[in-house]
């Protein structure tokens, strides 16, 4: 089965590549030489999950799937939420967790998720996947691994946020391993 995965974005690409089976072969964007920007200008996760999905298969024929995920913080009224990647402006953690940390500073209330949705276009039909883990917002960055928000995102009951973890610890239980768990079930029925 032919599939792109719809991201020019490494780091998921890899992570991805951890979790699926290696008989589902894929290729990213790049790998297709498609270097245009797709708008994201969805109001949900789905919704720009679907956007990235459509525009590819639209120009390739080619099954493809799509995700889009972010963190929604109860503190700060769901944001960053869909606005995650760009929150501080565009292609920058550094800045985004400075951001989310210094809006936090007087806040008690640290809880947050991470949320990723994929929708796979399949022969034309479009089918969705989400993963979601609860946790907290540290006080401080924790841990050089991974990556976005990773270093401030604790999962519920850790001590350690993902940052600190091994990429398999991590993939086992995050929003996007989770959400890639379904679809590979999914994929795995129709193989």
């Given amino acids: 089965m032919e599939l792109i995965f719809a991201t020019h974005n490494q780091h998921k690409l890899e992570e991805v590549k951890q979790m699926l089976p290696q008989y589902i072969q894929f ?17 949900t996760f789905i919704e720009n999950a679907r956007i990235k999905a459509q525009t590819i298969y639209k120009k390739t024929g080619v099954n493809v ?43 008690e209330n640290r809880n947050a998720y991470f949320i990723a949705v994929f929708c796979l276009i399949l022969d034309g039909k479009e089918y969705f996947f989400e993963g979601r883990i609860n946790g907290t917002i540290s006080k401080s960055i924790m841990g050089a691994d991974g990556f976005g928000y990773d270093p401030i995102f604790i999962p519920e009951n850790y001590t350690q946020s993902f940052a600190e973890m091994s990429a398999e610890e ?7 391993g ?9 994929l795995s ?3």
Avoid: C, W
């Fill in 178 to 186: 989770r959400a890639v768990e379904q679809l590979n079930k999914f």
């Fill in 27 to 43: 290729k990213s964007l790049t790998e297709i030489n498609f270097n245009d920007e797709i708008e994201e200008t969805g109001d």
């Fill in 65 to 107: 799937f799509a995700d889009d995920s972010g963190l929604v913080i109860e503190g700060l009224e769901g944001a960053p939420g869909v606005y995650s990647a760009r929150y501080a402006g565009t292609g920058k953690s550094e800045d985004n967790i400075a951001k989310v940390l210094e809006e936090l500073k007087d806040i």
């Fill in 170 to 176: 991590k993939n086992s239980m995050s929003h996007r």
């Fill in 189 to 191: 029925k129709t193989n």
